[in-house]
């Protein structure tokens, strides 16, 4: 059975930082590419951050890009989102997404994962 679980959100204020981190079981960590996914009140789900399957190739939203960082760690099954800088705008529920991929690239559109978290809530007061 295939689980993502997510962990390290909360509240925190305007300019705060938070790490989110999400485990694989169920599945070759190794083989999967990982994303960061959020949807905000009355608003889309977006893309956040991806990484590839050996954490060699990264992508992050313009919104995010110099705030937040992606990494993985394969020996531990394990995808992060570091998160600085952060602003009321971030204030979403995260979601952190697994896919199979024989290729080393990092993917935005959230329709190709074929795994999903719960989801955490991430608040920032201002």
């Known amino acids: 059975q295939v689980q993502l679980v997510e962990s390290g959100g909360g509240l925190v204020q305007t300019g705060g930082s938070l790490r989110l981190a999400c485990a694989l079981s169920?599945?070759?960590?190794?083989?999967?590419?990982m994303g960061w996914f959020r949807r905000a009140p009355g608003k889309e789900r977006e893309f956040v951050a991806g990484?590839?399957?050996?954490?060699?190739?990264?992508g992050h939203a313009d919104s995010v890009k110099g705030r937040f960082t992606i990494t993985r760690d394969n020996a531990n099954n394990t995808v992060f989102l570091q998160m600085n800088s952060l602003k009321p705008e971030d204030t979403a529920v995260y979601y952190c997404?697994?896919?199979?991929?024989?290729?080393?690239?990092?993917?935005?559109?959230?329709?190709?994962?074929?795994?999903w978290g719960q989801g955490i809530q991430v608040t920032v007061s201002s």
């Open positions: 997404g697994a896919l199979f991929s024989r290729v080393e690239m990092y993917y935005s559109n959230a329709y190709e994962y074929r795994y």
């Open positions: 990484v590839s399957r050996s954490g060699g190739s990264t």
């Open positions: 169920g599945r070759a960590f190794s083989n999967h590419a």
